[in-house]
């Protein structure tokens, strides 16, 4: 009897510890998906005198349709499909690196945490110097290098080919940081007897990195991925800033679509379409990361 | 989130610093403002007898040189007359717009607040201004250039009201590097009836390239973003015949995809894809000598006369058939609809509207002034002044851009379709679907018709 008193005791206080981390929860992620949802059935116009309606779901009909926004949500696709496992990849690789108890190494680590503290407008006018056009252009001057002028210069942000390529390579240098971070706290979470244990055992070190490290990093990889597939899924800031999703929709993403709908056309209700369009299929992707992640295990 | 910069964003952001003879004069007329602004400004100013009426002022947070000139005017104002008492509230330009429609659904509006020139239809049809005819003295309405009046007047033509005034305007053409053009044996047309043809352009791009190391000849503030290019190349549709969409019918299929809007753009098009185009990343492609033409309005004129002195020229825009046309529009003055002292409003106005008023302002910014009486005094705008052929050419070759409430899903098209034209799309698709995205935000609102009594 008194355990189970305990135990409604102990579910009270857990309820009651989780109420403010749910409200906002509540408040600032249920409720405006319900707003954007009751939105996107309406024809609601910013500053429009005329009386809003309910329009059913003609307005996802046509999201739906929109050669435009289906060719954001291909983007997205492709550019997650690219930037998860590289910079997942890349992470863990500086991670591994930045692994050892060497003079200045949090000199070393804070230098490569460095680009994702940096404004992105910042780093958005770098990289927009570094794709200049034309051979003068750092990129295409060091490509021209190591391919020993083999290497045609090219309009990294106006060219429908690169253009999609340019976004990633600046979000993987810019975002890398982020990850290297996680997984260097999981690395040195892993107990050192482990280590030794495989030593004595007689394991090299890729054997050693692949059943000891690899297993000890599981949980914080899923996270990593997980993490980094919706931060993928959320380009937009890059896209504003440097190339409003042209040459002709290559770098076009879903949030920017949405953006432009419900604030430079005042569509709100065609906007907002396209953010529940968007949560849906990112909660989709979400969950089949997590459950392809736990499948392995 | 910050909204797209309009015409007058571009301008407040891209006039050159160091605009010595403007600020000079500048200057010399603030010096006399700003010794009675120390009083005016405090907010425990006496209240001045009993009949005193305040008027509420919203303004943008422009460059500082605006901005002072009119913190300086409101002293000045309340100073020199104790009926009314103007309390200006400055708003950072950046959410300007979302600031001033959120103040509106909460009913919180001004007296008197200003507004980017295209936006003025959108306002207006939203029913959030009143008419300025029969607030503003007649003398004053008719002192408004041309350019200012249609920019203001909504619903265009006839039954149209004056809902907005600017105290200035703008001016784009191509300011040149006579040296580079004698140089290159190429002609050197300053006044707007003899602009350079799109054929003659081509070739005085193809001159001025064969003497130059990298053959980068012409800067099209590549560099600048949003509304920029809707202002800059939406009058080549106008002088090519065709345009954004068709005035009276509202619709872009059929004018904004025609023959004649689809060559203008070839036009652009080739001249990047011939490799003229200086990407101008730094912004300095003309005053570090990259270029010898630089396609850009008047905020410019500062930095580009101190680089150049006498070499610099100022020219109209090529003409693509029709004769040359410009941009024209930049910020403007309305009084709300909820003002409660719409009177109070428009006597500020009309003192901002007044000759030394309008040059105190226009001085500070280096705009083209608003009124005729201003133009004909001021230094850069005037029969003697450098640049002349922007005020020649407001009103007479400037095109509005379309005052409609459709005009936010307009620009955002056309940019789209001029920067994919830019990097190589093809043109009749990108401007056949611009077209179609336009029409269909047209046909969304039931052709915007008008429900304020105008």
Redesign the interface.
């Known amino acids: 009897m008194t355990g189970n008193s305990a135990e409604t005791a102990e579910t009270r206080a857990g309820l009651l510890m989780a109420a403010p981390a749910v409200a906002g929860l509540l408040a600032f992620v249920l409720v405006p998906f319900g707003l954007a949802f009751g939105l996107a059935l309406t024809?609601l116009?910013?500053?429009?005198?005329?009386p809003t309606r309910f329009v059913g779901v003609d307005p996802f009909v046509r999201v739906l349709t929109d050669p435009v926004f289906l060719r954001a949500l291909l983007n997205n696709a492709v550019f997650a499909a690219v930037v998860v496992p590289v910079q997942t990849g890349l992470a863990l690789l500086v991670a591994l690196a930045l692994d050892r108890p060497l003079y200045a190494m949090p000199v070393l680590r804070t230098l490569f945490f460095l680009p994702v503290v940096l404004p992105f407008v910042v780093v958005a006018v770098v990289w927009?110097?570094i794709f200049?056009?034309?051979p003068a252009g750092p990129a295409n001057a060091l490509l021209g290098l190591v391919t020993l002028g083999g290497w045609a210069p090219v309009?990294w942000l106006?060219?429908?080919r690169y253009a999609l390529g340019a976004m990633a390579v600046l979000s993987v240098w810019q975002g890398v940081g982020l990850q290297m971070v996680i997984l260097l706290a999981g690395l040195q979470a892993i107990p050192r007897t482990l280590y030794e244990a495989a030593r004595i055992d007689g394991a090299g070190p890729f054997s050693t990195f692949l059943h000891v490290t690899l297993p000890g990093l599981r949980n914080v990889l899923v996270f990593v991925v997980t993490v980094t597939t919706i931060l993928a899924f959320r380009l937009f800031d890059q896209v504003r800033i440097l190339t409003?999703?042209?040459?002709?929709d290559a770098t076009t993403t879903a949030l920017y679509e949405a953006?432009?709908a419900a604030?430079?056309?005042?569509?709100v209700a065609v906007g907002s379409a396209m953010t529940v369009v968007w949560f849906v299929l990112v909660l989709a992707v979400t969950a089949v990361v997590r459950r392809m992640a736990r499948g392995r295990a | 989130m910050a909204p797209r910069p309009y015409a007058g964003a571009v301008v407040r952001h891209r006039i050159a610093t160091k605009h010595a003879l403007a600020a000079l004069l500048a200057a010399a007329l603030l010096v006399p403002a700003a010794c009675t602004r120390k009083e005016a400004d405090t907010p425990e100013t006496p209240a001045q007898g009993e009949g005193t009426e305040t008027v509420t002022v919203w303004f943008h947070t422009g460059r500082p040189a605006e901005r002072d000139a009119l913190q300086a005017q409101v002293a000045d104002f309340n100073g020199r007359q104790d009926r009314y008492r103007v309390v200006l509230t400055l708003i950072p330009e950046g959410g300007y717009n979302a600031q001033v429609r959120a103040a509106a659904l909460a009913r919180d509006l001004p007296d008197l607040l200003d507004l980017d020139g295209p936006l003025l239809a959108s306002y207006a049809w939203s029913g959030l201004l009143v008419p300025l005819d029969d607030l503003l003295p007649e003398a004053t309405r008719a002192d408004l250039i041309p350019s200012i009046v249609a920019q203001g007047t909504w619903p265009p033509g006839p039954g149209g009201r004056l809902y907005g005034a600017g105290t200035f305007d703008s001016g784009l053409g191509l300011f040149a590097d006579r040296a580079a053009l004698a140089a290159a044996e190429v002609r050197v047309p300053d006044a707007t009836a003899t602009a350079w043809t799109a054929e003659e352009f081509r070739a005085a791009l193809a001159a001025l390239a064969a003497r130059d190391p990298d053959g980068q000849v012409l800067d099209l503030k590549r560099n600048y973003k949003g509304e920029w290019f809707t202002y800059a190349f939406s009058p080549l549709l106008a002088s090519a015949g065709a345009d954004l969409i068709d005035r009276k019918t509202l619709t872009a299929h059929g004018t904004l995809d025609s023959a004649a809007a689809v060559g203008a753009m070839t036009q652009v098009q080739s001249w990047i894809r011939s490799g003229y185009v200086d990407p101008n990343l730094d912004d300095a492609a003309f005053v570090r000598g990259r270029v010898a033409l630089s396609w850009v309005g008047h905020w410019e004129y500062g930095r580009y006369h101190d680089t150049l002195g006498d070499r610099l020229a100022v020219l109209p825009l090529p003409d693509m058939g029709t004769g040359s046309r410009t941009g024209q529009g930049s910020w403007q003055w309305a009084v709300t609809a909820k003002a409660k002292s719409p009177e109070g409003a428009a006597a500020f106005l009309a003192y901002l509207l007044e000759p030394e008023q309008v040059l105190a302002m226009a001085n500070a910014n280096g705009a083209p002034p608003g009124t005729r009486a201003a133009t004909a005094r001021s230094p850069l705008y005037g029969p003697a002044g450098p640049l002349r052929l922007f005020a020649e050419q407001l009103g007479a070759a400037s095109v509005p851009r379309p005052r409609t409430a459709a005009y936010p899903a307009i620009t955002d098209a056309f940019q789209r379709a001029f920067a994919d034209i830019a990097s190589g799309a093809d043109v009749k698709e990108a401007l056949t679907r611009a077209a179609a995205a336009i029409d269909r935000d047209v046909a969304d609102n039931h052709g915007y018709p008008v429900t304020v009594a105008p």
């Open positions: 024809d116009r910013l500053g429009s005198p005329l927009e110097l200049a056009p034309g309009d106006h060219d429908t409003q999703g042209g040459p002709e953006v432009a604030f430079d056309r005042q569509q």
